[in-house]
C-alpha cells in the first residue's frame, strides 16, 4: 500500500512541476475574478484588447462626429481626428498610454481587421459608382475629369521632385525609383473622393442640378481613372525590374475582362434565375458575394496589385437593374461602417505625427501640398466647366467640390505608407492636406452656389428674367404679383399634397373631392347689391370648361448617414418613376378627375417643413395639404402601431408642423383622419383577439359590398378671421360636387370685432348659386360657449351609412380663432403644444373624438 501511495505522489509531483515552472497553460477562466487584467494584451486571446480599442475609437469617433456633422463635415474627417487624437501626437504623449491601449504587438490584429472592412468598402465603392452617369453626360464630364486629374498631376509629379529630394532620407523607407515616386505623390494630388462628394453634393441639395450632374458624371470618371493610375503605382512599386511591372499590369487587364466577360454575366444570369433581382438579394446570394469579392481581392493581392483593386472591381460588374446594387449595400453597409471604416482611418490617424512638422521646410511643404491639391483642382475643372458653356460661378462651384479629398485620399495615402514609398512625415503632411481640403469643400460651395443663385440661373435659363436686373421678361410678367392679395381668397386650382402611406386613403378621400366636375357645373360667382363682383369671390368660378385642379403629390423620404441612402438620392429620378404611393397617387388620381403628377425627394428629417414650403412656392400651389401622422414620426409607416392614438400628438411631429404653419406667404391645411383617434385598450388590460380564422374561413369570407354611391357631407364651424374666411370658400368650393353636402354654422358674437365676420357670413350665405345652395346649408348660433357647442353641432351632424349609402363625414375649420374652449373629457388628449399648433377649435374636436375626418385651415398673409 505505501509503495502505491509514492508512487502517485511521485507521478503528481512530476505532472505539477513543469506547471510550476513553465507558468500557466491557459488564462485564468475566471477573467478579473482570479485577479487577470484585461488591458494586458495576450496573443493566445486577443479579442479582450480588440474590444478595448475598438470601442474607445467609435466612442471618440462619435464624440467628434456630433459637432462637425452640424457644420455638414463628413464622418471621415472625425474617424480621422479621433486617430489623431488617439495617436502619438495627442494622447500618445501620454506616459504608458500606448503601450497600454495599442501596443505594438496588437496593432496587427487591428490592422487585419480594418483591412477586411476596407476591402468590403472598396466593395461598396464599386457598387456606389454607376457608369451610366458617365455615359450619359460624357462630353462634359469626360473634359472635366480630365482637365482636374491633369493638371493637377502634372504639378503633382513637378512637387514631388522637391518632396523626393527632401524627405528621401527619412526612416522606414526603402529604396524607390523617382519615377515610381512621382507617380504615387501625382495620384495623391489629383485624386477625388467620389463616395464623399455624393455625401456633400446630396446634404447641400445638388444632386438634380446641372451642377451636381455635371461633378457626380465628372467624378465617376475622375474615380475609375484614379483607381487604375493607383493600381498602375503599386504594380511598379511592388515589381522587382520593369519586366515584373509589366506582367503584373497584363495579369491585372486580363482578370479585369475575365470579370468582365465571363464573371458578370455569369452572376446575372444567376440573380435573374434565382429571382433575386426582382425580390432583393437573399443570404445565399449575399454569401455568394462576398464570397467573390474576397477571392477576386485575393487575386489582386497575390499579382502585386492591392487587395482593394479586387473588391472594386467586382462592385462594379454587379447588376444594377430594380436596385439591386443599392439592396446589397443596404446589407452590408452598417457593420462596415460602424465598425471596420472608424478602425482603418483611425490606424491613419495613429500612423499621424503632428511632432514630425517642426521645421520650416516641413511646414512650407504642408502649405505647397495643400496649396497645390485645392487650386489646381479648382483651375483644371472650373476651366473645362467654362468652356463647356457654364457660367463662371457654376464652374467654380464645380471646382470647389472636385476638390474635396477625403477617404479615397487617405485610403491612397495607407497604401504609400504600407509600401514604404511615404515615410510618416511625408504621410502626416498628406493628411493634414486631406483634412483641409475636405473641410473647406462643403462650405465653400455653399457660398459659391447657395439657392437663390439656384433659382435665378434656372430661370435665365428658361428665359423669364434678365440676368441683371433680375426683372421677369414681359411675357413672363403676368401681373401675379399685384394679384397676390386675393390670391389666397381664389378658388384651389394647384395644390400640393405631402404624401404619407400612414393615412393614404382618407388623403385619397378628400382629393376626390377637388376632382372636375361634369358639364353640367355652375359657375359661382358672388355679386353684391350693386352688381359687382365680390372681391373675396372674384376668381371662384367653375365653369364646364374650367381646366381641372392640377394636384401634385410629393413623398419625402429620410436620408440616413447610410451610403445606399445616397446612392438612392443619386438615383431620385427613377425612384419617383417607380415608388407605389406616387404610383397609387397618379392612377387613383386620374379616376378622380384630378390633374396628378407626383416625385419623390430625399433629405434629413430637419428640412422636410422647408423642402414642402419651397415646392410650394416653386409651383405656385394655392393650398398645401398636409396630412398629420398616425403615429407622431415623421417616419413614413405602412401599419399604423397599437398605441397610436396616444402617439398622434407627439412632439416630432407637431413641432414638424408647426414649422410650416410658421410660413406667412401659403395656405395650408392640416389634414386628420378620424381612423387614428379610436379608442384604444387601458394600459393594463391585453389586446383581445375579436376573431379567429381557420383554413376554411379563407374561403368563405364574406367580401365587402360594393358602395353604390360614395356622398361626402362637410361640417364648417364659422367663427371669423382670415382662417375663416378660407375655409367658407374652400367648402363652397368642394361642395361644386353632386355627391357633397355641407352645413356651415356661424358662432356669432356681439363684439365689434365680429362684425366683418358677419357681414362676409351673410353676403356669402345670400349669394350661393341654386345649384350649389341647394347641398349647403347656413345656420346662425348664438351659444355662449361656441368651441363646445360646435362640437356638440359636429358630433350630432355625422352622417351614418346607410344601405347603399357611404358617407363621408369631413370637418373643415379655420386654424387661429379667439374663441376659448375646455379640454374635452375623452381619452385622446391634446398636449398643449398640440393645442398651440392647432388652434383651441381644432384641439377640442380632436379631444371629443368626433368620427369625422378633419381639415385645418391656414390663410396667408394678405389674404384678408
Not at 80 to 105: C, D, K, Q, Y
Not at 356 to 381: P, R
Not at 393 to 408: P, Q
Not at 724 to 736: G, N, S
Request: hydrophobic content about 45%; aromatic content about 8%; proline content about 4%.
Amino acid at each position: 500500500m505505501s509503495s502505491v501511495t509514492s508512487l502517485l505522489s511521485a507521478t503528481a509531483t512530476s505532472a505539477a512541476a513543469p506547471t510550476s515552472t513553465g507558468g500557466n497553460r491557459a488564462a485564468p477562466q475566471g477573467g478579473v475574478i482570479e485577479g487577470a487584467n484585461p488591458s494586458v494584451y495576450n496573443p493566445k486571446d486577443p479579442i479582450t484588447m480588440f474590444i478595448i480599442q475598438a470601442g474607445l475609437i467609435i466612442i471618440v469617433c462619435h464624440l467628434l462626429h456630433w459637432p462637425l456633422s452640424k457644420i455638414r463635415q463628413p464622418r471621415v474627417i472625425a474617424e480621422v481626428i479621433g486617430g489623431i487624437v488617439l495617436g502619438p501626437s495627442v494622447m500618445g504623449r501620454i506616459p504608458g498610454f500606448r503601450n497600454a491601449i495599442f501596443p505594438t504587438e496588437s496593432i496587427p490584429n487591428l490592422t487585419l481587421v480594418a483591412n477586411v472592412g476596407l476591402v468590403l468598402y472598396l466593395f461598396l465603392i464599386g457598387l456606389e459608382t454607376d457608369v451610366r452617369f458617365l455615359v450619359s453626360n460624357w462630353r462634359i464630364a469626360t473634359s472635366v475629369a480630365f482637365a482636374g486629374l491633369a493638371l493637377p498631376f502634372a504639378l503633382g509629379c513637378a512637387l514631388a521632385w522637391g518632396l523626393y529630394n527632401q524627405f528621401s532620407g527619412d526612416e522606414g523607407l526603402v529604396h524607390i525609383n523617382f519615377s515610381v515616386y512621382m507617380l504615387f505623390i501625382g495620384v495623391a494630388i489629383a485624386i477625388t473622393a467620389f463616395p464623399v462628394l455624393c455625401r456633400i453634393l446630396t446634404e447641400l441639395k445638388l444632386l438634380d442640378t446641372k451642377v451636381g450632374v455635371i461633378v457626380l458624371s465628372a467624378g465617376v470618371a475622375n474615380d475609375v481613372v484614379g483607381w487604375i493610375l493607383l493600381a498602375l503605382c503599386v504594380a511598379l512599386a511592388n515589381a522587382g525590374t520593369g519586366l515584373s511591372a509589366l506582367w503584373i499590369l497584363l495579369a491585372c487587364i486580363g482578370y479585369m475582362l475575365f470579370l468582365l466577360f465571363a464573371v458578370k454575366p455569369t452572376i446575372t444570369w444567376l440573380l435573374r434565375r434565382s429571382g433575386n433581382i426582382e425580390n432583393g438579394p437573399s443570404q445565399g446570394m449575399i454569401s455568394l458575394i462576398l464570397l467573390i469579392a474576397l477571392t477576386s481581392a485575393f487575386f489582386t493581392g497575390i499579382i502585386g496589385v492591392h487587395a482593394i483593386f479586387g473588391g472594386f472591381m467586382v462592385g462594379l460588374i454587379l447588376p444594377r437593374e430594380n436596385g439591386f446594387a443599392i439592396k446589397v449595400t443596404e446589407k452590408l453597409e452598417d457593420l462596415i461602417g460602424a465598425l471596420f471604416l472608424p478602425l482603418y482611418f483611425t490606424l491613419s490617424g495613429l500612423n499621424t505625427n503632428l511632432g514630425l512638422l517642426n521645421s520650416g521646410i516641413t511646414w512650407g511643404y504642408v502649405f505647397a501640398v495643400t496649396f497645390t491639391a485645392f487650386f489646381t483642382k479648382v483651375i483644371g475643372a472650373t476651366l473645362a466647366a467654362k468652356l463647356n458653356g457654364m457660367v463662371w460661378r457654376e464652374s467654380f462651384s464645380i471646382g470647389a467640390l472636385m476638390s474635396c479629398k477625403g477617404l479615397v485620399e487617405l485610403i491612397v495615402l495607407n497604401i504609400g505608407l504600407q509600401a514604404k514609398i511615404l515615410s510618416t512625415r511625408t504621410f502626416t503632411i498628406f493628411v493634414v492636406m486631406a483634412l483641409l481640403t475636405t473641410f473647406v469643400t462643403t462650405p465653400l460651395t455653399s457660398v459659391l452656389y447657395p439657392p437663390w443663385y439656384q433659382k435665378k440661373i434656372e430661370a435665365w435659363r428658361r428665359g423669364e428674367i434678365d440676368w441683371d436686373t433680375g426683372d421677369l421678361h414681359p411675357e413672363y410678367n403676368t401681373g401675379n404679383d399685384t394679384d397676390s392679395a386675393k390670391h389666397a381668397s381664389t378658388r384651389v386650382r394647384r395644390l400640393l399634397v405631402y404624401l404619407r402611406l400612414d393615412n393614404m386613403p382618407a388623403m385619397l378621400n378628400l382629393v376626390s373631392l377637388f376632382g372636375k366636375q361634369s358639364a353640367s357645373d355652375n359657375q359661382y360667382v358672388a355679386q353684391d347689391e350693386k352688381g359687382g363682383v365680390h372681391s373675396e369671390t372674384a376668381n371662384l368660378q367653375a365653369s364646364p370648361n374650367s381646366q381641372a385642379v392640377r394636384a401634385h403629390g410629393f413623398r419625402l423620404l429620410h436620408l440616413t448617414d447610410r451610403d445606399s441612402s445616397v446612392m438612392t438620392v443619386s438615383q431620385v429620378a427613377e425612384w419617383s418613376q417607380n415608388d407605389p404611393v406616387v404610383n397609387i397617387f397618379r392612377t387613383v388620381g386620374q379616376f378622380l378627375k384630378v390633374a396628378v403628377s407626383g416625385e419623390v425627394s430625399i433629405m434629413p428629417e430637419a428640412r422636410f417643413a422647408e423642402a414642402l414650403l419651397s415646392k410650394s412656392s416653386d409651383i405656385s400651389s394655392d393650398l398645401l395639404l398636409v396630412p398629420w401622422s398616425e403615429s407622431g414620426s415623421l417616419v413614413d409607416s405602412q401599419v399604423s402601431p397599437a398605441d397610436g392614438a396616444a402617439n398622434k400628438f407627439a412632439t416630432a411631429y407637431t413641432s414638424f408642423a408647426k414649422s410650416i404653419l410658421a410660413s406667412s406667404e401659403h395656405n395650408i391645411g392640416l389634414f386628420f383622419s378620424h381612423d387614428g383617434c379610436r379608442p384604444t385598450t387601458s394600459s393594463g388590460e391585453k389586446a383581445k383577439l375579436m376573431r379567429t380564422y381557420s383554413f376554411s374561413d379563407i374561403h368563405h369570407d364574406i367580401p365587402s359590398i360594393p358602395v353604390t354611391n360614395k356622398s361626402h357631407h362637410i361640417f364648417m364651424p364659422y367663427f371669423g378671421g382670415r382662417d375663416d374666411k378660407l375655409a367658407l370658400i374652400l367648402v363652397l368650393q368642394l361642395c361644386e360636387k353632386q355627391n357633397a353636402t355641407a352645413t356651415v354654422v356661424h358662432f356669432a358674437s356681439s363684439a365689434e370685432a365680429d362684425q366683418d365676420a358677419s357681414d362676409f357670413f351673410g353676403f356669402i350665405s345670400t349669394h350661393v348659386p341654386a345649384a350649389t345652395g341647394s347641398r349647403v346649408k347656413f345656420e346662425v348660433s348664438s351659444a355662449s360657449n361656441p368651441i363646445e357647442a360646435a362640437v356638440s353641432q359636429a358630433t350630432s351632424g355625422i352622417r351614418v351609412d346607410s344601405r347603399g349609402i357611404a358617407w363621408h363625414n369631413l370637418i373643415v375649420l379655420g386654424r387661429r380663432t379667439s374663441a376659448l374652449s375646455k379640454e374635452g373629457k375623452n381619452s385622446v388628449k391634446v398636449s398643449t403644444e398640440a393645442r398651440e399648433c392647432l388652434g383651441s377649435a381644432a384641439a377640442a374636436l380632436i379631444s371629443s373624438e368626433v368620427k369625422a375626418d378633419m381639415l385645418v385651415v391656414q390663410a396667408k398673409a394678405g389674404s384678408a
